[in-house]
């Protein structure tokens, strides 16, 4: 119907009238004497209509009637005595209306009441005394409204009651004494605005209440630690529906599933005061444990007592001079990450306290920390792990107890310092020093070898001037030398006087090692035959030093001195000058130059390549000696050529 209006008691004395429905019929008032004297009415519905209001004598002395259904208009309000004297009503459905506000004596004389509807409505609060008279109640609807705050625990005298439905509303915060509710009831709180549930003595035991949070922004911070913690027991788990229900705050969980919180991520960020100034404090229930980020050790801790607190950890940016001043509810102190190459040091006992050190520059143990008996993480850090660093890795080794992170260090080179013995650092060590120094050794032995061969004449001319291991370079004269008189028969001409008085004598006759020479202008007979004296001068001596120069190849004797010594074998060729060219185009010297010894004068250890070569065994003896050739005719003078090096 468009509207509908009714007259004055159009229902009222109908005896046997016993259902009244007048529904969707746009019907805005209702009269007084609607059903006035019909008391046979156990029914009536004005459901889907434009009421606005209602009289307060509608139902007066209906005290048959058990159900009533004003759902679906327009009220705001009821009049408080409405229902009264219906002693006999069980179901009321005043749902989907605008009610704002209910008096708490309106139900004071339904208390045979068992369901009441007053969903999606715009209650804002409910008040204990509201509901204490229907001690019967089986049902309660109170879903879509705006209730900012429900005392469950008013309903805990309602031993008939099973359903409480308050959903979709704006309730903040449930209390432990809400939860613990012995009666076997289920309370639907999904959708609301839930975010603190302040739980301090949760028994898991007594209550029997089922709680549905679905869909609750959940502060999931250290005030949830009971109910998080309780949540495990198997009877106080079935009692709540969790299956939606989230965390709203903070950051680091939000959207996570109240369901799959656990305790030790529940934590309480504190304010100054009590939280030092400067400091950052954070409570940590699950380890009794209050935790305080500093950039220096603070000079006051708050009080743990309030908090529920047993031990501090320490987070610090700077290194405290001494550790062992701390207060003594400090378990843990936290310096790492701060690129430390040298770790803290101490005279006192850490028995109780835990030292993290991880992720800095350390290459060595912290052993005056290990020897106080600090707990120690060190992983993070790169150990030197060689022989010079034993000492090191043993200490590490012997109070790996005091080490938490034992298993993770390492060694700058990547291995696992537990894995690494100390004894077999050196061992490695110099298993690796005696591999490259006998590697150096051979090289030095090649070389030196090489270069005593390539220097041989040289390295035995300097050992001889100084008198070294002669033994090795001189062999015992042949026996047919043991009667000779001279070392060496020097053969000049006396154009070459002044080089051999001045020069070449003093060096050969002076020395460490003198030698004996024999000099015609001192050691021959005067008078006596020339030639008979150059075979007995030349006879007498070891050897033959002829002093050639131009003026000896075009001497007569010098070139019979030279053939007498040298049919001897005995020969040595001290060269002057730029003799050596003219030599070679004397086909006599040419053989003889190349495979016999000759030195130059110019040679700056002319002295000790002759002496040397005057020294050192000969080739044997020839078993005859020739007769002594005439002189050959003086070679023609070439352009002077370098000496050429000491042969033999």
Request: some cysteine.
């Amino acid at each position: 119907m468009s509207e509908l209006r009714l007259e004055a008691g159009i229902f009222s004395n109908f005896l046997k009238l016993m259902e009244l429905r007048i529904v969707r019929s746009g019907m805005r008032a209702v009269p007084a004497d609607l059903v006035r004297g019909s008391r046979s009415l156990f029914f009536l519905s004005l459901e889907d209509n434009l009421l606005t209001e209602l009289p307060g004598e509608m139902l007066y002395q209906q005290r048959d009637l058990r159900t009533l259904s004003l759902a679906r208009n327009r009220l705001r309000s009821l009049p408080y005595k409405l229902f009264t004297m219906i002693w006999t009503l069980t179901k009321l459905d005043l749902s989907e209306n605008a009610i704002e506000f209910l008096p708490n004596n309106i139900f004071e004389e339904n208390q045979s009441l068992r369901t009441l509807n007053l969903n999606h409505n715009n209650l804002q609060q409910l008040e204990p005394e509201l509901l204490k008279p229907m001690y019967n109640l089986v049902k309660l609807s109170l879903a879509h409204n705006v209730l900012a705050s429900v005392d469950l625990a008013a309903f805990a005298d309602y031993s008939e009651l099973k359903s409480v439905d308050l959903s979709h509303n704006v309730i903040t915060q449930l209390s432990d004494s809400e939860l613990n509710l012995k009666i076997n009831a289920k309370f639907d709180l999904s959708n609301n605005n839930i975010s603190k549930l302040f739980l301090e003595n949760l028994d898991p035991i007594v209550g029997e209440a089922s709680i549905i949070l679905n869909n609750n922004p959940v502060v999931c911070d250290c005030k949830l630690f009971n109910f998080v913690r309780v949540l495990k027991e198997p009877n106080f788990a079935r009692r709540f529906y969790l299956d939606h229900a989230f965390c709203g705050a903070p950051a680091s969980l939000s959207d996570k599933l109240l369901s799959t919180v656990t305790v030790d991520e529940l934590i309480c960020e504190l304010d100054t005061p009590p939280c030092p100034e400067h400091c950052a404090c954070t409570l940590r229930p699950a380890a009794a444990r209050l935790e305080l980020d500093c950039p220096a050790a603070p000079s006051e801790l708050p009080p743990l007592a309030p908090l529920n607190a047993t031990s501090v950890h320490l987070r610090l940016h700077t290194v405290p001079d001494d550790l062992a001043a701390l207060p003594p509810e400090v378990r843990l102190v936290d310096i790492s990450g701060l690129g430390l190459t040298v770790a803290p040091r101490t005279l006192s006992r850490l028995d109780n306290l835990t030292i993290d050190i991880r992720n800095n520059n350390l290459t060595i143990a912290p052993i005056s920390l290990l020897k106080a008996n600090a707990i120690i993480r060190l992983a993070g850090n790169r150990f030197e792990c060689d022989c010079d660093h034993r000492d090191s890795i043993a200490t590490l080794e012997l109070y790996s107890t005091q080490l938490e992170d034992r298993a993770q260090l390492q060694c700058r080179n990547g291995d696992r310092v537990m894995r690494t013995p100390a004894e077999r650092l050196c061992t490695m060590r110099n298993a690796i020093v005696l591999g490259s120094t006998m590697v150096a050794l051979g090289l030095i032995l090649a070389v030196v070898g090489l270069l005593a061969f390539r220097y041989s004449t040289e390295i035995r001319l300097v050992l001889r001037r100084y008198e070294v291991l002669d033994f090795l370079f001189e062999e015992p004269p042949d026996p047919t030398e043991l009667e000779e008189q001279y070392d060496a028969f020097v053969s000049f001409t006396h154009r070459d006087d002044d080089f051999v008085q001045d020069e070449l004598v003093p060096q050969l006759e002076g020395g460490r090692r003198p030698l004996r020479l024999c000099l015609h202008y001192r050691d021959w007979e005067i008078g006596g035959m020339i030639p008979e004296q150059i075979a007995r001068s030349v006879s007498e001596s070891r050897r033959t030093i002829v002093v050639m120069s131009r003026e000896f190849l075009v001497s007569k004797w010098g070139r019979m001195e030279f053939r007498a010594a040298h049919a001897l074998d005995r020969v040595i060729l001290l060269l002057r000058g730029d003799v050596l060219s003219a030599a070679r185009e004397d086909p006599e010297l040419r053989a003889y130059l190349t495979s016999n010894t000759y030195v130059h004068a110019d040679d700056p250890l002319v002295w000790d390549r002759v002496r040397d070569a005057v020294l050192r065994s000969r080739r044997p003896r020839p078993p005859a000696v020739p007769a002594l050739p005439a002189p050959p005719a003086a070679p023609a003078l070439t352009q002077p050529q370098p000496p050429l090096p000491l042969q033999s």
